[in-house]
């Protein structure tokens, strides 16, 4: 019959193969574990920035900011870019001030390689997203044009004591206030073809 020794041996070598078997089965296992997985904010996925833009869409401005603050927080705390973050503060713009710099994003957006975001579906999100920051930015600067021509102008309305009569006073008030309406009138027309 057998051996001690060699019932010893038989299960060494199969003690040593169910190891083995064990440790494959346990790697393979652990990839889907919670220990190995990504914070969502980090993956360039298309259905979780729908699903981020989406929630961001359905709460209060301020919570909105607060979000806004931990992404940024993120960025700045990484120690390079990650692809998601800087899509979802992408995101995170088109609803709140708060998510930074519209230049600053289209930049980083514009920076990350094309192989991180494989998925055809997050490039045409990304395209949609980039032109519309790209609208919002030339918006907000048409608006910055404006209001300081409304700052400069109640600065010139003042009378002066130098310009003489009340006419001419009147008449470059008008002038002035022709110049406004036809500014604000290529601005409708130029945001209208957009």
């Known amino acids: 019959m057998f051996s001690l020794f060699s019932i010893r041996r038989i299960n060494l070598i199969l003690s ?11 790697s393979s296992w652990n990839a889907f574990s919670p220990t190995y997985y990504n914070d ?11 699903g981020f833009g989406a929630t961001l869409a359905n709460i209060p401005p301020s919570s909105r900011a ?13 120690r390079y870019p990650e692809p998601g973050i800087q899509l979802h503060l992408m995101a995170g713009r088109l609803l709140s001030d708060a998510c930074g710099d519209i230049p ?15 998925d055809d579906r997050t490039r045409k999100l990304v395209a949609i ?14 608006l ?17 004591e130098t310009t003489g009569s009340k006419t ?6 008008r002038e002035k206030l022709e110049a406004i309406r036809s ?3 290529q601005m409708d027309q130029s945001s209208g073809t957009n």
């Open 168 to 173: 001419d006073e009147n008449r470059l008030l």
């Open 104 to 118: 600053r994003i289209l930049n980083a957006v514009g920076a990350i390689p094309p192989r991180q975001l494989s």
């Open 40 to 50: 969502p904010y980090s993956q360039p996925d298309f259905d979780e920035l729908l």
């Open 129 to 142: 997203y980039t032109e519309a920051l790209k609208r919002l930015n030339n918006q907000s600067r048409r």
């Open 144 to 160: 910055g044009s404006v209001e300081r021509i409304h700052k400069t102008v109640p600065n010139g309305l003042e009378p002066k």
């Open 66 to 78: 607060e979000t806004c603050r931990t992404l940024l927080k993120r960025q700045k705390d990484s």
């Open 183 to 185: 500014m604000e009138k």
């Open 16 to 26: 040593l193969l169910l190891l083995t078997g064990c440790y494959h089965y346990n």
